[in-house]
């Protein structure tokens, strides 16, 4: 499909992206009006990677769409470029960013549902995020609707599972993705399971309750690894008993132990906050078809 450019949208670790139009209409409704298209030069591999992931990953409701791909010569150069969808209300850092502060817990609890089932999507395939944080989820707003839609995005960093962990003795770090994200075993053993997308995502869900970055937002790398090595983030007094427990469950220090995606979704934090009439983008969501139900929920 050709396409035009139309605004630089932003730019990552593995490619800049861009609000693009197509240069003629398309009868296909898999087309829309407006995309996004992330481009790198085409000789790098992660955003190709990116593509693979997505494309196994196509269908799923909290999982950015991608739309297909395609080689441009630009400025004399080979480019490598992906199309997905264009999300208007920007990233979930933003939309923390405009609350001016931390986040009801119903709204927190209805977001983190829908990232959860994202990352069920992903595991269910054998792909572990390695890089779930604010900027990598996208909001699209609905009409009527009292909350936006989630996606998660920007597999750049992902993995399978069985996939071998390059650990380098006497580095610093052996993580991928973000360190202020990052998973203990992550930084220290290299080591890129399914719990580690687990404590992300508690990362992710404090950041929207306190509208303040884990870790303190001044902390060095250095002081990071340190305070992962030493202690588990700090949830505030405020923060109710059932969501303090949830980020317990994420923040468990033994990837082992932490609790699991399906544990997770029947956790008082969730279902309390969650009503089985309400509809997030034509997903309904009491639909469980991604989750894998065979692990055992403790005793609470």
């Not at 996208?138 to 960093?157: C, M, Q, W």
């Not at 997308?197 to 690894?225: F, H, K, P, Y």
């Not at 994420?250 to 932490?258: I, M, S, W």
């Amino acid at each position: 499909m050709e396409f035009r450019k139309l605004k630089f949208l932003g730019a990552g670790a593995n490619g800049n992206v861009f609000l693009a139009a197509p240069c003629r209409p398309c009868d296909d409704l898999v087309c829309p009006s407006l995309f996004a298209v992330k481009s790198a030069n085409c000789l790098s591999t992660t955003l190709k990677r990116e593509k693979m992931f997505l494309d196994e990953l196509f269908g799923s409701c909290y999982i950015v769409e991608c739309f297909g791909h395609n080689v441009s010569i630009e400025e004399g150069r080979r480019v490598y470029n992906v199309m997905m969808e264009y999300a208007s209300g920007g990233t979930l850092k933003s939309l923390i960013e405009s609350r001016g502060g931390r986040m009801e817990e119903r709204e927190v609890a209805y977001y983190s549902r829908m990232l959860l089932l994202g990352l069920s999507s992903a595991h269910k395939k054998g792909i572990v995020h390695c890089d779930l944080k604010p900027d990598n989820v996208l909001v699209f707003p609905r009409e009527e609707e009292t909350y936006h839609l989630l996606k998660i995005a920007d597999f750049g960093n992902a993995k399978k599972v069985w996939e071998k962990e390059m650990h380098e003795p006497g580095r610093a770090s052996n993580h991928r993705g973000t360190l202020r994200y990052a998973s203990p075993e992550s930084v220290m053993y290299g080591i890129h399971g399914k719990p580690t997308d687990i404590w992300s995502l508690g990362c992710v869900i404090l950041e929207m309750l306190t509208g303040q970055r884990v870790w303190g937002a001044n902390s060095t790398c250095v002081e990071i690894i340190l305070k992962l090595m030493l202690m588990k983030p700090e949830i505030p007094e405020f923060v109710s008993n059932i969501g303090t427990d949830f980020l317990d469950k994420c923040f468990e220090k033994n990837p082992e132990k932490r609790w699991t995606i399906s544990m997770l979704m029947r956790h008082k934090f969730i279902d309390d906050n969650f009503s089985c009439d309400v509809r997030f983008g034509g997903c309904r969501t009491n639909d469980y078809s991604d989750i894998d139900w065979s692990f055992s929920l403790p005793q609470r």
